[in-house]
């Protein structure tokens, strides 16, 4: 199950990271923010919740 959850300009939902569906990169949105493009230039991202073992 890695059903695209979000793209580059949408409106974050939540607060959270984003990780490119393409190529894993990780980009940051705050809730209401735009979502930007992944570093590599796309636009499609999977959402994740902080999981375990993620102590940043
Ligand atoms: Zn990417």
Do not use: L, W
Not at 3 to 13: I, Y
Not at 22 to 48: K, Y
Request: charged share 30%; glycine share 8%; aromatic share 6%.
């Amino acid at each position: 199950m890695s059903a695209v959850a979000a793209h580059a300009g949408e409106r974050a939902r939540k607060t959270g990271d984003f990780y490119c569906a393409q190529c894993s990169e990780r980009v940051h949105a705050e809730q209401g923010e735009e979502i930007p493009r992944c570093p590599n230039g796309h636009t499609e991202f999977e959402t994740r919740r902080h999981e375990p073992g993620d102590r940043s």
